[in-house]
């Protein structure tokens, strides 16, 4: 039964309206005990303006803001709203959604940036806590930015030394961002049909900081007008985020701490300890996770925290730096973005440490009720308030300034009050497919190549293929949608790829384990994990690996028997709870790339139909991949499965057939 407390002055949220997961239940009730507002609250007493959520509200030059609400009747006729310039609807809702790109490609590129820096830091050794740690990944890697491996001495080719690569590899990475002609290097990972596509329309991205600097300009008031125009532009600067700053990204911080293979963990608020020093990491960046990862496994400072009469130190995280270290160390996730107040609400958490990307200025009025510090560690992103610490996080010192914060934290556990409430639950989690990983479970270092997810895709065992994504919104209940979306996929043996937030719910709710298989998946896809040891939801890591996806994707086409494109494959992919720009970004360079993608809560695109359309219906005769909008997991599930099955029929797979080996004549004889 839900229940909503009755007293006066600011509504206070249903906790059963607005989470599925018990200790979030759990503890927005303390929160109201304790009378502490959280974000749950704030969107009880806070609605969303309607003309934004349509978007069609134009605020770039002060002769707004111009407001252009779909008439309630809808559009007969032409459509005559504009702004006092004359923009129009399209035109103002196109703006308004490339701006998001531009936000999302820079958030996550400058991300990339970072890395890169430090990279080429460690590369050239000026500094002591990073250093190349995957070789391998390393020399895989830098062909693709045009570096050689090997070098020819007196007639004999040899290695080249690991150190020279790698300075070359960060030099070339680095030029990316800012090479003043040329194309990115990475774009041709793409199969080659979905690359000519690219080239035809002009919209290879020149470099990725160029991309996003055109659209602001493009958007300034008085300047592009043409929606289909504008909309090319987003395409370019999305496929500058998902093949370039995203996809460097990835393989930079593989290569400098690891690619992810499978690893077990657990998740949810429940991994809080109530004896030990709790510390949560919450942000993006692994630069500065990955040290306080290391500093808080060192000897000399677990035995300081025990000084302080601890038992030990709890390291867990919050968002894609969860992610992060989940993938690469085990380390839990204390819980999804939704989460990140009522970590606090605990009372144990001693610090929690932040830098960049989805970082709620409430943590500090939160912390304020409790003894925990918020300490700000990145130049870029500071918080107000006077009880947030900002110690700046500088690579050349990155042990010394990680190992600083985490004594700051186990000083702090003495402060800690007596009123601890850490809810008990959690789930077991196995997490850390990287695209390595999944060619050694599923594919054959035989063959070299995804065979046997293309071989059960084929006969059927395996559906399809679903991408599953993004945040939670508190304007939707709290990993509802991706937890009900995620089942009725596996239901249908269809295999999940999940990165964000969608991995740390998927976490929580214990489908990534491969026992998980036996209970929730059709029978085909329950065979194939069982056979294969692997759960039914591959946990492939933050938001800038969802370039892992779309190299996993390639694979699979590189694989052979499912057609020549990405837009070919039995696919879909899907935001359920979506909120940050970056989710913006994403969608489009995955539509771009010939994905079908369904974005749940809303699209700031329903006031302009022309232009929504042309992203739904148009996008696809282009790129082979379009958006779609749909508030229901259920159906958001149903939309997918049809597009895996229509994909499956163009295939000529569409026959559930007996498992038959098959070998390179017949699997060229699918290809189209
Ligand atoms: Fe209004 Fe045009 Fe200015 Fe936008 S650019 S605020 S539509 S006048
Ligand atoms: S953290 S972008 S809330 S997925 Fe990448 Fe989660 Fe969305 Fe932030």
Redesign the pocket.
């Known amino acids: 039964m839900s229940e909503e407390k009755s007293v006066k002055g600011p509504k206070l949220a249903d906790p059963v309206k607005a989470s599925i997961d018990v200790a979030t239940q759990e503890m927005i009730r303390r929160s109201h005990d304790l009378g502490i507002e959280t974000v749950f609250d704030r969107a009880e007493n806070m609605k969303p303006c309607n003309i934004g959520v349509q978007g069609t509200c ?4 002060a ?4 407001r252009l609400p779909l008439p309630k009747a809808g559009i007969e006729g032409e459509d005559t709203r504009k ?3 004359g ?1 129009t609807a399209n035109t ?1 809702a196109a703006r308004n959604f490339a701006r998001m790109v531009a936000a999302g490609a820079a958030a996550h590129s400058d991300h990339g940036r970072c890395v890169a820096e430090v990279f080429l830091s460690a590369a050239r050794k000026e500094t002591e806590a990073y250093k190349i740690k995957d070789e391998i990944k390393l020399r895989a890697v830098a062909p693709h930015l045009g570096v050689e491996t090997t070098v020819e001495i007196d007639g004999e080719i040899k290695d080249r030394e690991i150190d020279e690569i790698a300075v070359e590899v960060a030099e070339k990475a680095i030029a990316e961002w800012g090479k003043p002609d040329g194309e990115l290097l990475y774009l041709k990972r793409a199969p080659e049909p979905l690359y000519e596509k690219w080239k035809k329309n002009g919209v290879l991205p020149r470099n990725i900081d160029r991309e996003i600097v055109e659209i602001m300009h493009r958007t300034h ?1 008085g300047v592009d007008q043409d929606y289909k125009n504008i909309i090319k532009q987003c395409t370019r600067a999305s496929l500058a985020d998902g093949w370039g700053g995203s996809m460097l990204a990835t393989d930079l911080q593989d290569i400098l701490f690891g690619t992810p293979s499978p690893i077990s963990s657990e998740a949810n608020l429940g991994v809080m300890k109530k004896d030990h020093v709790n510390i949560i990491v919450h942000g993006h960046e692994p630069v500065l996770s990955e040290m306080i990862v290391a500093v808080t496994q060192k000897a000399e400072i677990i035995e300081y925290a025990k000084s302080k009469g601890a038992k030990g130190i709890q390291l867990s995280g919050i968002c894609c730096t969860a992610n992060e270290i989940f993938q690469r160390h085990g380390i839990p996730h204390a819980g999804t973005f939704l989460q990140q107040e009522l970590a606090i609400i605990t009372g144990a958490c001693d610090a929690m440490v932040v830098d960049v990307q989805c970082v709620f200025q409430n943590l500090a009025n939160v912390a304020k009720c409790f003894h925990t510090k918020i300490v700000t560690t990145h130049p870029i992103a500071k918080i107000e308030q006077d009880n947030v610490l900002h110690v700046e996080f500088d690579e050349h010192y990155a042990l010394e300034d990680a190992e600083k914060i985490v004594k700051m934290a186990i000083d702090n556990f003495t402060n800690r009050g007596t009123d601890v409430m850490i809810p008990q639950h959690k789930s077991a989690s196995v997490g850390g497919f990287s695209v390595e990983s999944i060619l050694y479970h599923l594919g054959g270092t035989f063959r070299g190549s995804y065979y046997t997810l293309n071989d059960n895709i084929i006969n059927g065992r395996i559906r399809g293929i679903a991408a599953l994504a993004g945040c939670n919104n508190a304007r939707t209940k709290h990993n509802d949608s991706h937890i009900t979306l995620c089942k009725e996929l596996i239901k249908n043996d269809v295999i999940v790829l999940t990165t964000g937030c969608n991995g740390i719910a998927c976490a929580m709710e214990g489908l990534l384990t491969p026992e998980s298989a036996a209970v929730h998946c059709g029978p085909g896809l329950a065979e194939v994990c069982e056979t294969v040891g692997i759960p039914p939801v591959l946990h492939m890591g933050s938001c800038v690996d969802i370039s892992r996806i779309l190299l996993a994707a390639t694979a699979v086409v590189n694989a052979g028997g499912l057609g020549k494109d990405l837009c070919d494959l039995p696919a879909a992919a899907c935001a359920p709870e979506w909120m940050s720009e970056k989710a913006i970004s994403i969608g489009q360079y995955v539509v771009s790339s010939g994905i079908y993608t369904v974005f749940g809560v809303t699209l700031p695109t329903s006031g302009a139909p022309v232009f929504h359309d042309y992203l739904s219906k148009d996008m696809e005769k282009i790129y082979g991949g379009r958006w779609d909008i749909e508030a229901d997991p259920i159906k958001q599930a149903e939309l997918m499965i049809a597009h895996i099955d229509k994909k499956r029929k163009e295939l000529g797979i569409d026959k559930t057939r007996e498992r038959v080996l098959m070998d390179m004549a017949d699997r060229q004889a699918l290809e189209m």
């Open positions: 134009c605020k770039n030059c002769m707004g803001p111009c702004g006092l310039c923009a103002i008031m």
